[in-house]
Nanobody
Framework: VQLQACGGGLVQAGGSLRLPCAAS????????VGWFRQAPGKERELVAA????????YYADSVKGRFTISRDNAKNTVYLQMNSLKPGDTGVYYC??????????????WGQGTQVTVSS
């Protein structure tokens, strides 16, 4: 599967952004998809994931209640809706996928990153 992330940009604190991750492939619905971010000088971290079976989701504590991950299998797209953004959310956001994952994700497929910058 090939992944393409977009939707990043510059936003003021408190604002919102939606990041789409578009995927190729006819079996996209069986892939778990995660959004990772890498802030300057920090390791890449998983912020949200959605699993194929039942659509269960995971959120990092730092984004719970502010970010929502969803998927539209008919469009082969996963979305990350980010609300109430904080300067600490700044980083490069990557979407990544693993076939068949149900409760954890170790991606074998990565998209290119998209930059999100939140100004104070």
């Amino acid at each position: 599967v090939q992944l393409q992330a977009c939707g990043g940009g510059l936003v003021q604190a408190g604002g919102s952004l939606r990041l789409p991750c578009a995927a190729s492939g006819r079996t996209f619905s069986r892939y778990a998809v995660g959004w990772f971010r890498q802030a300057p000088g920090k390791e890449r971290e998983l912020v949200a994931a959605i699993y194929w079976s039942g659509g269960s989701t995971y959120y990092a504590d730092s984004v719970k209640g502010r970010f929502t991950i969803s998927r539209d299998n008919a469009k082969n797209t996963v979305y990350l809706q980010m609300n109430s953004l904080k300067p600490g959310d700044t980083g490069v956001y990557y979407c990544a996928a693993e076939y068949g994952a149900t409760d954890t994700i170790t991606p074998g497929y990565w998209g290119q990153g998209t930059q999100v910058t939140v100004s104070s």
